[in-house]
C-alpha cells in the first residue's frame, strides 16, 4: 500500500498528480506516508469519510474550495524567522552593500521571496532593513512576497504567529521592537507589514507583480520538490524576473550546480549565485 494507510493506490496517485499539477511538486515516498495525516482536517471540514471518498468528492463534486483547501494541505509550509540566520548576516554585510553601489544612480531596489510561506522569511528582511532606515532615506525599497499557497498568505498577509512560532529564529529584542502582543498572538506592527506585498503565485506559471526586475531573489526550500525538468523551468523563471545584476539566495541544501545554466555560484559573494549570461559579461569585460 503506497501512503502505508487504508486508502487505495489510485487515491493516492490522484492526489499526487492534484498536487502536481497545481503546483509542480512531487511527493516523494518519505512524504507520501503524510498525505491522510495532512488531509484529516480537510476531510473533517468538507464531511468526507477517507481518502478514497476525497478523490471522489473532488471528481464530482467540482468544488474549487475543496480542491484548493486539498492541494494546500499537502504542501509542506515550514519555514521560521531568520532561517539559516548566517544568510541573514551576509546579506546584510555584502548583498545589500553590493546592490547599493549598483543601484545608487536609481535608488531603488527590489526584493522577491519567492515560496515565502507564512511570511517569515520576508519580515526577517523588512525588520532588518527597517532598521537601517536611516541608511536606505531616499530609496524605494519593494519586498515582495509570494506562494501557491492560499492559506499561508493570508497568514503573512495578517502577519499574526502563535508564541511557538515568534519563538522559532526571532531574537527577543526583535519581538518587542517589531511586534506587539494580542489575545490571538504577536502580530506584526502595521510599520513592518506594510513594507511587504504579498500574493498568491505559482511561480512556474505566473508573473510575480514585481514593479522592477528583482535585485534580491529568495527561493529557498521549494525547489527541492520540484523534479529535475521542473527545477529546470523554476530557474529559467527566476532568471526571467531578476535584474542582470542580482542575487539568487537559495536553501541550504539547494544548488544550482547539475541542475540549470541560468544561474552560476557568486565569485563576490559566498554562497549566493547570479544570473550566468552577467557573469559571461563580467568575464568578458575583465
Ligand atoms: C518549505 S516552504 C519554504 C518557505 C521559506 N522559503 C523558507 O525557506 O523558510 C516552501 C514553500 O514553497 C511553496 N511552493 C511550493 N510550490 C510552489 C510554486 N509552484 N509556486 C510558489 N510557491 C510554491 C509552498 O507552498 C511552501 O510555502
Known amino acids: 500500500m503506497m501512503g502505508g494507510g487504508g486508502a487505495s493506490e489510485s487515491a493516492y496517485r490522484v492526489l499526487m498528480g ?3 499539477s497545481r503546483t509542480g511538486q512531487t511527493l516523494s515516498p518519505n512524504r507520501i506516508w503524510r498525505i491522510e495525516m495532512s488531509l484529516k482536517p480537510v476531510m473533517q471540514r468538507h464531511g468526507v469519510a477517507d481518502l478514497d471518498a476525497l478523490v471522489g468528492a473532488l471528481v464530482t463534486s467540482n468544488s474549487r474550495q475543496l480542491l ?3 492541494v494546500d494541505a499537502m504542501l509542506n509550509n515550514e519555514t521560521y524567522f531568520y532561517r539559516e ?12 552593500e553590493h546592490l547599493r553601489k549598483l543601484n545608487a544612480a536609481c535608488r531603488r531596489i527590489t526584493i522577491w521571496h519567492c515560496g515565502v510561506s507564512t511570511g517569515q522569511e520576508a519580515y526577517s528582511i523588512a525588520m532588518l532593513l527597517a ?29 499574526l504567529y502563535s508564541q511557538f512560532e515568534i519563538q522559532r529564529g526571532l531574537p527577543v529584542q526583535r519581538m518587542v521592537r517589531w511586534f506587539d502582543q494580542t489575545d490571538g498572538g504577536w502580530l506584526a506592527k502595521a510599520d513592518i507589514r506594510r513594507r511587504i506585498d504579498f500574493s498568491v503565485q505559482n511561480m512556474l506559471t505566473d508573473r510575480p ?18 523534479s529535475l525538468p521542473m527545477r529546470q523551468k523554476a530557474f529559467a523563471k527566476l532568471r526571467a ?14 544548488t544550482v550546480l547539475g ?3 541560468q544561474f552560476v555560484a557568486s565569485p563576490r559573494l559566498r554562497g549566493l549565485y547570479e544570473p550566468a549570461d552577467q557573469q559571461a559579461r563580467c568575464a568578458t569585460a575583465a
Open 131 to 159: 532598521e537601517q532606515d536611516a541608511k536606505w532615506a531616499g530609496w524605494q525599497v519593494d519586498i515582495v512576497g509570494t506562494d501557491v499557497s492560499i492559506h499561508a498568505i493570508s497568514r503573512a498577509r495578517i502577519g
Open 68 to 70: 484548493d483547501d486539498t
Open 18 to 20: 492534484v498536487l502536481e
Open 259 to 261: 541542475q540549470t545554466d
Open 85 to 96: 540566520h548566517s544568510v541573514f548576516d551576509d546579506i546584510s554585510s555584502t548583498a545589500l
Open 209 to 226: 507583480p514585481l514593479a522592477s526586475p528583482a535585485d534580491l531573489i529568495f527561493c529557498r526550500n521549494l525547489l527541492l520538490y520540484f
Open 241 to 254: 524576473m531578476a535584474a542582470p545584476q542580482s542575487f539568487l539566495v537559495l536553501g541550504a541544501g539547494e
